[in-house]
């Protein structure tokens, strides 16, 4: 079965530090790839996606995310972290056989003042 | 425009009872997917209904089930409820299908005692 997976949990970051979430995903064939996070007391929403062309994709509030087809990752990247960025982030694919987004188990950025 | 909204947005069963959720999408999306997240699995797709058919299904027991209704409204069903069933249920939806930006509920949080 397809999968995805996030490497960290929880990262604790301070003010202006960079930021690299990592994520690998299964699949071999064609996927859209996604990016969607959870701020503290609101909903999930959309941060950036990749569909087709540019693997450097860029999102809101300056994140970005890098496609790399050959170790099928989707890593996210924000090279200034800034206190309100403290979130839940959530990598996802959608593509193959399952033929539904499949989501990775998230990573929590802590970031302090 | 207004948003996704899940109702209710907390519920307290106890075991062997049944639930019903409801999800009202955003106007002019036809597509809604309903995930289940907690903890230690995060987000697992439960189904997609897309014009009040359902197109996808994710893995999990035939206690779980769903509908969608000619205004795109959604509801789903659990069934016999059991201890582990206690999660945060949401609802997303989207234009056409999960490869398109999918679009939050706040959820339904579900304590089964």
């Known amino acids: 079965a397809q999968s995805v997976s996030q490497h960290n949990h929880h990262v604790i970051l301070s003010e202006a530090a960079s930021l690299e979430l990592g994520c690998n995903y299964s699949y071999g064939g064609t996927v859209n790839l996604f990016w969607y996070v959870q701020y503290p007391g609101q909903h999930l929403q959309l941060l950036l996606k990749?569909?087709?062309?540019?693997?450097l994709v860029k999102g809101i509030k300056g994140f970005e995310a890098e496609f790399i087809k050959s170790k099928f990752s989707f890593n996210l990247r924000k090279p200034s972290v800034q206190w309100s960025d403290t979130a839940e982030y959530f990598c996802a694919v959608y593509g193959g056989s399952q033929g539904n987004l499949i989501f990775g188990k998230g990573t929590k950025l802590s970031v302090k003042p | 425009k207004a948003g996704v909204t899940q109702t209710p947005r907390y519920l307290i069963k106890t075991r062997g009872q049944q639930v019903t959720l409801s999800c009202s999408p955003i106007s002019g999306h036809r597509s809604v997917s309903w995930y289940q997240q907690t903890p230690g699995q995060g987000l697992q797709f439960l189904f997609e209904y897309f014009s009040e058919t359902q197109r996808n299904k994710g893995n999990f027991p035939g206690r779980f089930s769903g509908r969608q209704f000619s205004n795109s409204r959604s509801e789903m069903n659990v069934s016999t409820l059991e201890l582990g069933d206690s999660a945060l249920y949401l609802c997303a939806s989207s234009l056409g299908t999960q490869s398109d930006t999918q679009y939050f509920g706040p959820g339904t949080r579900l304590t089964v005692l």
């Open positions: 990749y569909f087709s062309g540019d693997p």
